[in-house]
Antibody
Framework: EVQLVESGGGLVQPGGSLRLSCAASGFTVSSNYMSWVRQAPGKGLEWVSVIYSGGSTYYADSVKGRFSISRDNSKNTLYLQMNSLGAEDTAMYYC?????????????????WGQGTLVTVSS | QSALTQPPSASGSPGQSVTISCTGTSSDVGGYNYVSWYQQHPGKAPKLMIYEVSKRPSGVPDRFSGSKSGNTASLTVSGLQAEDEADYYCNSYASTNNFDVVFGGGTKLTVL
């Protein structure tokens, strides 16, 4: 069974840092396109970052230069390092797997999501 | 302001059909057949309902269908059921960077 479990969220002061983790089971993180998607309280979804199976990484303009996505293949875990946090980063953060069907990848379609981890940036 | 435009709300009675629109530009919805739709119940993670404009993942009822015309994609829910009441989001691949994904602002579907 495919499962994604996020952790690492919490309350952080403006300008601070936080590292989110997403532990995967039932599939191999390094063989898939993995993204982080966030949702501010009461708001819509916003794509944050992706890491390709080959290791390439991409970011939304809103987080470029501040956030870094990575993975630990030995732990089958995805990470999001977040620096220089501001109030606008307050959100539920989900990790999500890019969809695969018939050996074709759809990295912008997300078939499995974690339950999310809440990040609150406030003084 | 969201990159893709969705109506904030939609509604229908049980058994009826409802269509939700998702309008973008030629750099996203209009330029690629890479539109997806998600269903999100309160306090839950989103669920993939449609990918590549009109394809359904395994397990999604055929009451859910997708289409696209120009820069506007649409999700139609036929034979509305109480459990269809949820928020619905569209997203699309976008060519603004080497890789970019844009979401709509979401539509709250109410089953009357």
């Amino acid at each position: 069974e495919v499962q994604l479990v996020e952790s690492g969220g919490g309350l952080v002061q403006p300008g601070g840092s936080l590292r989110l983790s997403c532990a995967a089971s039932g599939f191999t993180v390094s063989s898939n396109y993995m993204s982080w998607v966030r949702q501010a309280p009461g708001k819509g979804l916003e794509w944050v970052s992706v890491i390709y199976s080959g290791g390439s990484t991409y970011y939304a303009d809103s987080v470029k230069g501040r956030f870094s996505i990575s993975r630990d293949n030995s732990k089958n875990t995805l990470y999001l390092q977040m620096n220089s946090l501001g109030a606008e980063d307050t959100a539920m953060y989900y990790c999500a797997r890019g969809y695969y069907y018939d050996r074709i990848a759809y990295p912008w379609s997300f078939d499995y999501w974690g339950q999310g981890t809440l990040v609150t940036v406030s003084s | 302001q969201s990159a893709l435009t969705q109506p904030p709300s939609a509604s229908g009675s049980p058994g009826q059909s409802v269509t939700i629109s998702c309008t973008g530009t030629s750099s996203d919805v209009g330029g690629y057949n890479y539109v997806s739709w998600y269903q999100q119940h309160p306090g839950k993670a989103p669920k993939l309902m449609i990918y590549e404009v009109s394809k359904r993942p395994s397990g999604v009822p055929d009451r859910f269908s997708g289409s696209k015309s120009g820069n506007t994609a649409s999700l139609t829910v036929s034979g509305l059921q109480a459990e269809d009441e949820a928020d619905y989001y569209c997203n699309s691949y976008a060519s603004t960077n080497n890789f970019d994904v844009v979401f709509g602002g979401g539509t709250k579907l109410t089953v009357l």
